[in-house]
């Protein structure tokens, strides 16, 4: 299974090592920036599933960054890093969008405890899979292939991977367009025309062998949005 990947955006380094030994000895992948104009991008770009945010950095500022994780993107999760008594960086933080806050000095348990109840109460935040079963073959994930019974082959995009391993990790929920806008192309919906969606979902579906009149593979749920079935 493929790790859940943690940003750590601190600017002290003693801290940011620690954090980012502890979370990679529980298992996480772990990025890091030293300062809030890398750590700024690498929140709006990278594939993450959650971000440990210090709020007094160099560069760009942490709320800056926190405004701009939300806008760009609304259902990362984020834990904010704290000084003791400063109640009020705390406060505007969860009212910026911040899922749960830390406070400093902390100890390596308590930070991964709230890293897996972050990570864990949201039907938004899924486990990674690594293939999928499909009626007549199965799909490779890390090969970015689709392998059929008869031995045939098709090759998947970057952005088709990650569609249809968003789709198979999250089973027996339909996904609307705007969420996959927001978490797999990184987009705000607001200025995208949601008809990419459909589009790629139509190639996939032909890459799939899917007849798109009476799909069997990736569904259209009216009014909703897709859902992948017969995923395993």
Same mark, same amino acid.
Do not use: C
């Given at each position: %299974?493929?790790?859940?990947?943690?940003?750590v955006?601190e600017d002290? *380094?003693?801290?940011?090592?620690?954090?980012?030994?502890? &979370? =990679?000895? =529980?298992?996480?992948?772990?990025l890091?920036?030293?300062n809030g104009?890398?750590?700024?991008?690498?929140?709006?770009?990278?594939?993450?599933?959650?971000v440990?945010?210090?709020?007094?950095?160099?560069?760009?500022?942490?709320?800056?960054?926190?405004?701009?994780? #939300?806008?760009?993107?609304?259902?990362?999760?984020?834990?904010?890093?704290?000084?003791?008594? +400063?109640? /009020?960086?705390r406060?505007?933080? &969860?009212?910026?969008?911040?899922?749960? !806050?830390? $406070?400093?000095p902390?100890?390596?348990? +308590?930070?991964? /405890? @709230?890293?897996?109840?972050? &990570?864990?109460?949201s039907? +938004?935040r899924?486990?990674p899979?690594a293939? *999928? $079963?499909?009626?007549?073959?199965n $799909?490779?994930? +890390?090969?970015r292939?689709?392998?059929?019974?008869d031995?045939?082959?098709?090759?998947? *995009?970057?952005?088709?991977?990650?569609?249809?391993?968003?789709?198979?990790?999250?089973p027996? #929920?339909?996904? *609307?367009?705007?969420?996959?806008?927001?978490r797999v192309?990184?987009?705000?919906?607001?200025?995208?025309?949601? @008809?990419?969606?459909?589009?790629?979902i139509?190639?996939?579906?032909?890459?799939?062998?899917?007849?798109? =009149?009476?799909?069997?593979?990736?569904?259209?749920?009216?009014?909703?949005? !897709? %859902?992948?079935?017969h995923?395993?």
């Open positions: %299974m493929t790790p859940r990947s943690v940003l955006v002290d *380094s003693a801290i940011r090592r620690g954090v980012v030994d502890a &979370l =990679a000895f =529980a298992g996480y992948a772990t890091q920036a030293g104009t890398d750590g700024s991008r690498l929140a709006t770009t990278a594939t993450l599933d959650l440990l945010l210090d709020l007094v950095l160099p560069g760009t500022g942490g709320f800056e960054i926190l405004r701009a994780i #939300r806008e760009a993107r609304p259902t990362l999760p984020v834990i904010i890093l704290t000084a003791r008594g +400063e109640e /009020a960086d406060v505007q933080g &969860l009212r910026l969008g911040a899922d749960d !806050y830390v $406070v400093k902390f100890s390596v348990r +308590e930070l991964l /405890a @709230r890293v897996e109840a972050v &990570l864990r109460r039907p +938004e899924p486990q899979v293939d *999928s $079963v499909i009626p007549g073959g $799909v490779d994930y +890390e090969r292939e689709i392998r059929f019974d031995g045939a082959r098709a090759e998947l *995009s970057e952005r088709e991977v990650e569609l249809l391993r968003y789709l198979a990790a999250n027996g #929920r339909a996904i *609307s367009r705007d969420e996959i806008l927001q192309w990184r987009l705000d919906p607001r200025h995208v025309e949601t @008809r990419t969606i459909d589009v790629h139509a190639n996939l579906r032909a890459k799939l062998r899917d007849d798109g =009149a009476a799909p069997r593979v990736v569904l259209t749920v009216r009014g909703k949005g !897709y %859902m992948l079935a995923a395993s």
